[in-house]
């Protein structure tokens, strides 16, 4: 039998921080008929889901959409804007910022790394101040964009972005603000034109539910004329030939029609939920969970409650237990995927989603698989995290969708 005939009774969880579970509403849509990308059908869909994903942006502005997965995404913001040799600040809070850091290099850029010492750094959010201090510096404005990671996947930990967007504008600097929000998009709080970004960065399999291959740029006027000067080598990434076939609801090659279709789908539920309900939901679902975590008397990730991720949560280990066992315990035994650590936190503790379809069910089973794993693995536990996320689910508002619909 190969792996992938494994199928046990009952659905399987799959709670890593993305791809998280894609909807059967969204499956279906994705498995209409594959029509013709030049076609009028296409466009009537193209112009659809490129004027309701700035609503999920909060943008007036262009969003590019890429056949691609994140990564993709991260290196046309990049190729775009800046020109061989720029130096670009980038701040890192996880394993993700460190990625993002490796990639600038190869592409030919000088990020220059920020952060906090050691493990500290991957327990709090991107410190402002730093990066202020940094460009009141530069009086040469030779860095041409600050780079940070709005929720940062590998720890569960986001960063205040418009506090960033106000020390780059409390130093004069004329740098471009590029964020990364794969994993926080329709899932955590985001306005791309409030918060002054220039360039921000998405992904398909996180917070909209869908499958991976989609990715996202959304634009800035500014970060626009800066393409216009950047002197990058890029073609497939190219904004400008994008944007002037996104006009009539086309892509300058073939799109990624069935994903587009399932893309238009997540659209109409997130926005018939209404994104501020999502938001709630979220943090609900995030508070539910760090009740959990410290019942059991063990200790996220987040140093800081200011930036809780409602997206997911880290549960260090305490010394001497290897957190990669325990998630293999409970894969094996409740069939359920818990996030893996990664780079520096690696084997310290794994990583709980609660993003994209997901309700008080979903994290109660998720929390009971892992109470039972973590038992089932010898971790001395003080109390029951899952009594108290029943209690604390049962004693707060429910979703207001789910109140509208009573
Ligand atoms: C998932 C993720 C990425 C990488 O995206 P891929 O789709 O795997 O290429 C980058 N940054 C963050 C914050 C992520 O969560």
Redesign the pocket.
């Known amino acids: 039998m190969i792996s992938l005939d494994f199928h046990p009774a009952g659905r399987h969880f799959l709670q890593i921080?993305?791809p998280s579970p894609v909807p059967d509403r969204i499956l279906r849509a994705i498995s209409y008929p594959t029509i013709d990308h030049r076609g009028p059908e296409f466009g009537a869909l193209g112009r659809k889901v490129l004027a309701d994903i700035r609503k999920i942006f909060k943008t007036e502005h262009p969003v590019i959409i890429y056949p691609?997965?994140?990564?993709?995404?991260?290196e046309a913001a990049l190729s775009n804007t800046t020109s061989p040799g720029d130096t670009v600040l980038m701040y890192e809070t996880g394993h993700?910022?460190t990625?993002?850091k490796s990639m600038a290099e190869s592409l030919g850029l000088q990020p220059e790394f920020l952060g906090l010492p050691g493990i500290e750094g991957w327990r709090r959010g991107v410190q402002p101040d730093m990066i202020e201090a940094r460009l009141r510096e530069d009086s040469g404005h030779r860095i041409r964009a600050v780079c940070v990671?709005?929720?940062?996947?590998?720890t569960g930990v986001t960063s205040d972005i418009a506090a960033v967007r106000r020390a780059i504008d409390a130093a004069g600097h004329p740098a471009l603000l590029m964020v990364?929000?794969?994993?926080?998009l329709a899932s955590a709080d985001y306005r791309h034109d409030e918060w002054g970004v220039d360039v921000t960065?998405s992904?398909?399999?996180?917070g909209l539910m869908l499958p991976?291959g989609i990715?996202f740029n959304a634009l800035s006027p500014k970060a626009i004329a800066a393409s216009k000067a950047a002197r990058m080598p890029r073609s497939f990434w190219r904004w400008d030939e994008i944007i002037e076939a996104n006009k009539n609801g086309y892509w300058p090659y073939t799109p990624n029609t069935n994903l587009l279709y399932g893309l238009s789908e997540a659209l109409d539920m997130i926005l018939e939920e209404g994104l501020d309900n999502v938001f709630a939901r979220h943090q609900r679902l995030g508070e539910a969970t760090r009740r959990a975590v410290r019942a059991w008397g063990l200790e996220i990730q987040c140093a800081d409650p200011a930036v809780y991720s409602p997206v997911l949560t880290g549960v260090m280990m305490p010394e001497g237990v290897d957190a990669d066992a325990v998630r293999k315990r409970i894969y094996e035994r409740f069939n359920m995927s818990l996030g893996q650590a990664l780079g520096k936190m690696r084997g310290k503790m794994f990583r709980i989603g609660h993003l994209g379809d997901c309700n008080d069910l979903t994290l109660m089973a998720t929390l009971s698989g892992c109470e039972m794993g973590l038992k089932l693995s010898g971790v001395p536990l003080q109390g029951s995290g899952v009594a108290a996320a029943m209690e604390y689910l049962t004693s707060h508002a429910d979703t207001p969708a789910l109140k509208a619909a009573a």
């Not at 691609?68 to 991260?74: F, V």
């Not at 990671?149 to 590998?154: A, G």
């Open positions: 921080p993305g691609a997965s994140g990564t993709g995404a991260w993700f910022a990625l993002w990671v709005h929720n940062e996947t590998s990364d929000t794969i994993s926080g960065v992904g398909s399999q996180k991976p990715s």
